[in-house]
């Protein structure tokens, strides 16, 4: 990850849900998301939006993981060709496009 060459993107989807949680008063997900976003851009991460090859990729997904935001990470990594970090062992269980850590 600290490798120069290595280019940093985060999701939309990560911020849509940092949203969406805060709203519902998630006391796991306090942080402000404009913050996070700002904090992220700033630090020469670069954003992936959400496209419709993204969420049709989603469709070819095993049944693994019931939750949407971690779906569309994982569906986004692989129609990238990028490598999804996470810390979440069923979202590790995807296979190839991520990396747990």
């Not at 997900?29 to 419709?52: A, M, T």
């Not at 994982?74 to 129609?79: F, I, M, R, S, W």
Request: proline share 5%; net charge negative; glycine share 4%.
């Amino acid at each position: 990850m600290e490798a120069p060459r290595n280019v940093l993107w985060f999701s939309a989807a990560s911020i849509w849900e940092v949203v969406i949680k805060n709203s519902l008063g998630r006391s796991d997900f306090s942080v402000d998301p404009h913050l996070l976003r700002r904090g992220l851009l700033e630090n020469q991460y670069r954003e992936l939006p959400i496209n419709s090859a993204h969420t049709l990729a989603v469709a070819r997904l095993p049944d693994l993981h019931k939750d949407p935001f971690d779906r569309i990470l994982v569906a986004q990594a692989e129609t990238e060709g990028f490598m999804l970090l996470t810390a979440d062992d069923q979202v590790a269980g995807y296979g190839t496009a991520v990396k747990r850590v």
